[in-house]
């Protein structure tokens, strides 16, 4: 019976969910009428009880042919509860362990040193060496966003470099996914006190991409208390992300607030020079020879993104010493070919809407359907225009993929996002980044 039943739930939750909260339970016994589940721990089963308690009892009903079937919780024996996972300790020691300085991900390559700072990204910069001076006392919460490539984890690394070089203070430094890994398993293994605790002692907490806890209510809920516990000591917290906090719109309320009560700071796309300069900076620290011209035309064509000026830098120096030759420009378009191709043929409007749909949380049915929800407009509006920029799809081409909209739909949700994209930089920014997740696939 229970196996019939996790394959029907199977079936109705996304993976994660289910990997997450329900391959640690298992059925007990059933008596009467009412199944007895078995979960790790208390919480656990409140927390499934509240989000999936019909559908548990939906599933064992249908998995005994029918008839009511109501489910209870039983926190299981903990000695039969699986180990904790190792990489959970490891996370654990590097938040907290013995030499909590220098947590595992920390980047020694990125420093203040080997940044570049130009138009796009001064004022970031600034804000993050303040608040690497002062810890605490400059702007709390530091929050910083920009698009792919454009340096917030350097920053971030680059802080928390400077601090452990010269204090003692102890720094965590975890991406968003971490976090929530943290959470999960702390919840799996009924050791929340612990990761609380743990978190308690932090000096300054850094979480990188914290546009990931979009949608996971328990890892906000967690990173909330954390939040609070810290600032309230005068704990330094530096957050990244790839947005504005008000265009987050799966973050709780009461969070996207506290993202805005320090300093919030933007990466912007590095203008010409500071491309030049970048290459000038990286060629001479990889020691690869450019020539004027190749300069030219790399920051000229890799305008979007610094990872990518630097991936070509790289390739570039790496297919120049494999071949034994000197770089030329010739060399340079041949090599970088694929970087710089018309990428248009290969995109479908279904990637589009597929990219569009995970950014913005929202289901392709939704994006297809007519609901007019606000938190449905928008995205909605933005995939249908980037379908027009991305594809040589013709406007009633698009409708069709959009359940069948007519083209004047197509043509009214392409100039709205044209206009305000115009005088909207973290809409340009969401633009940016929707671009390159389409294209890089
Ligand atoms: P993000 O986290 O915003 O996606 P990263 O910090 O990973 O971007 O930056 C991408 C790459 O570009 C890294 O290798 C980083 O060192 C480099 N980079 C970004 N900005 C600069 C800059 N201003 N000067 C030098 N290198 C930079
Ligand atoms: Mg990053």
């Known amino acids: 019976v229970w196996q019939e039943a996790l394959a029907y739930i199977q079936g109705k939750v996304p993976k994660q969910v289910y990997d997450t909260w329900f391959t640690p339970v298992h059925l007990e016994r059933i008596e009467d009428s009412t199944a007895q589940i078995a979960v790790p721990n208390k919480f656990f089963g409140d927390w499934l009880s509240q989000h999936y308690g019909p559908l548990l009892e939906e599933a064992v009903s249908t998995a005994r042919g029918g008839g009511e079937t109501a489910v209870s919780f039983v926190v299981f024996n903990r000695l039969a509860a699986k180990p904790i996972d190792p990489t959970v300790i490891e996370q654990a020691r590097a938040v907290a362990g013995s030499k909590p300085k220098r947590g595992i991900q920390l980047n020694p390559k990125y420093t203040f040193k080997n940044f570049v700072v130009g138009a796009g990204n001064q004022f970031a910069h600034a804000a993050c060496m303040a608040v690497a001076e002062q810890p605490a006392k400059a702007y709390n919460p530091l929050f910083i966003y920009g698009g792919v490539g454009l340096g917030k984890t350097h920053l971030l690394n680059a802080i928390a470099n400077h601090v452990a070089e010269r204090t003692d203070l102890r720094i965590a430094y975890l991406t968003t996914e971490q976090f929530t890994n943290e959470?999960?398993?702390?919840?799996?293994?009924?050791?929340?006190m612990d990761l609380r605790k743990r978190y308690r002692h932090i000096d300054m907490l850094m979480i990188d991409d914290i546009q990931f806890l979009a949608g996971k209510e328990r890892t906000q809920e967690?990173?909330?208390?954390t939040f609070n516990s810290l600032y309230e000591a005068h704990k330094?917290?530096?957050l990244s992300s790839d947005r504005f906090p008000k265009d987050m719109p799966d973050i709780e309320e009461r969070l996207r607030s506290r993202f805005e009560w320090g300093l919030i700071a933007d990466l912007q796309p590095p203008d010409v020079e500071t491309r030049i300069a970048i290459?000038?900076?990286?060629?001479?620290?990889?020691?690869?020879?450019?020539?004027?011209?190749?300069?030219?035309?790399?920051s000229t064509t890799m305008k979007s993104n610094i990872r990518e000026l630097e991936g070509s830098l790289v390739r570039l120096g790496a297919y120049a010493s494999l071949t034994g030759q000197v770089i030329t420009l010739d060399m340079a378009r041949n090599v970088l070919r694929d970087l710089i191709g018309d990428k248009k043929k290969i995109v479908s409007?279904?990637?589009?809407?597929?990219?569009?749909?995970?950014?913005?949380?929202?289901?392709?049915?939704?994006?297809?359907?007519?609901?007019?929800?606000?938190?449905l407009v928008h995205p909605r509006q933005i995939a249908m225009y980037l379908c027009r920029e991305l594809t040589d799809a013709s406007y009633p081409e698009i409708g069709r993929h959009f359940g069948g909209k007519d083209h004047t739909t197509i043509i009214h949700a392409c100039r709205q996002i044209g206009k305000a994209r115009d005088t909207?930089?973290?809409?340009?920014?969401?633009?940016d980044g929707l671009k390159d997740k389409i294209l890089r696939g």
């Open 183 to 192: 959470v999960i398993n702390s919840i799996r293994y009924d050791k929340m």
């Open 222 to 225: 967690e990173f909330f208390h």
């Open 236 to 238: 330094q917290i530096v």
């Open 279 to 298: 290459l000038r900076k990286k060629s001479e620290d990889e020691g690869v020879r450019l020539p004027e011209d190749v300069i030219q035309f790399l």
């Open 349 to 375: 409007l279904e990637d589009i809407q597929e990219v569009v749909s995970t950014w913005f949380h929202v289901r392709i049915a939704d994006l297809k359907s007519r609901r007019r929800s606000k938190t």
């Open 424 to 431: 909207d930089s973290s809409l340009q920014a969401t633009l």
